[in-house]
């Protein structure tokens, strides 16, 4: 697979996945870690394994069954993404973008994105719901950036506007459903690394310093492809756990997965209460 990706490379991934749906989504939801069983949820999917689907970076993590399931939520269409590739397993940043490209192609016009996230804001428990208001991009702001290479006209300009990814309407709904269901969402910032490494306690008072309330290894070059391509972002992060930055806990993958769990109903409840308003 190349580093930079091609219009041909997307519409062979669209053409397949067309192939083989009868409804046409406008939503899309990539799922993070732990938080496939959201997928469950959709009534008559269609499921689509990503490896039968041409060009798509395959997730090689466990707890990510690299799926695409394809149906109705609360009555609306729509894909939902389980098991995302990550910049860490090899994929260029572009190839990590990809997804998303089809997904507009596919007619989506609106992505729902989640994540496992460290909270770094001490005012954070595990199990809380962040709704990301602003992303730090340390990768694509030094070298990584998934828009890098041949700029793909067809979706938008050479040097998009980044001032405001996470969409405020979105961001309203999701804040009301969270009041209406007593879902106590958190807001804040979310700082996306590279991984798979966790980071070391100086690591993560240099990002709190740097505002940052929660820190994971995904979510922002989907989010900068998807506003490149004019679609409109909703960041959802699952604290799957708390870090505390003096060093005095350790974090580990198994602790993601397992906090998924809690998160997952209350995830689910906020999504289905976000579609059901759109
Ligand atoms: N750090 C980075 N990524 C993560 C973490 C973390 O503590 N938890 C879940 N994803």
């Known amino acids: 697979m190349s580093d930079t990706i091609t219009m041909q490379e ?43 689907i041409p060009n798509w970076p395959l997730s090689t993590v466990q707890g990510h069954k690299g799926r695409l399931v394809i149906g109705r939520l609360m009555g609306k269409p729509i894909l939902v993404l389980q098991g995302r590739a990550h910049y860490y397993e090899g994929y260029s940043m572009p190839r990590i973008g990809l997804p998303v490209r089809v997904m507009q192609r596919l007619g989506v016009n609106t992505v729902i994105l989640t994540n496992a996230a460290g909270g770094i804001n001490p005012d954070f428990s595990a199990g809380d719901l962040m709704l990301i208001t602003d992303h730090l991009s340390l990768l694509p702001m030094t070298g990584p950036n998934p828009l890098r290479g041949p700029n793909l006209d067809e979706f938008g300009p050479r040097f998009p506007d980044m001032s405001q990814v996470y969409d405020k309407e979105l961001l309203a709904i999701a804040q009301k459903v969270s009041d209406d269901l007593n879902l106590n969402v958190r807001r804040g910032i979310y700082v996306g690394l590279s991984g798979p490494s966790f980071e070391t306690p100086a690591d993560c008072r240099f990002l709190r310093l740097a505002g940052a309330d929660a820190v994971g290894m995904s979510t922002v070059p989907e989010a900068i492809v998807a506003r490149h391509g004019g679609l409109r972002v909703l960041g959802i992060s699952g604290i799957s756990n708390k870090i505390d930055i003096n ?20 995830l689910t409840a906020l999504i289905k209460g976000v579609l059901a308003r759109l």
């Open 10 to 52: 997307i519409d062979a991934a669209a053409a397949c996945i067309r192939g083989r749906i009868s409804i046409q989504p406008k939503i899309a939801l990539i799922l993070g870690s732990g938080l496939g069983p959201l997928a469950d949820e959709v009534e008559s999917p269609a499921i689509i394994p990503t490896n039968e």
């Open 247 to 266: 060093g005095n806990n350790v974090a580990s993958h198994e602790e993601v997965l397992e906090a998924g769990k809690v998160i997952v109903p209350k």
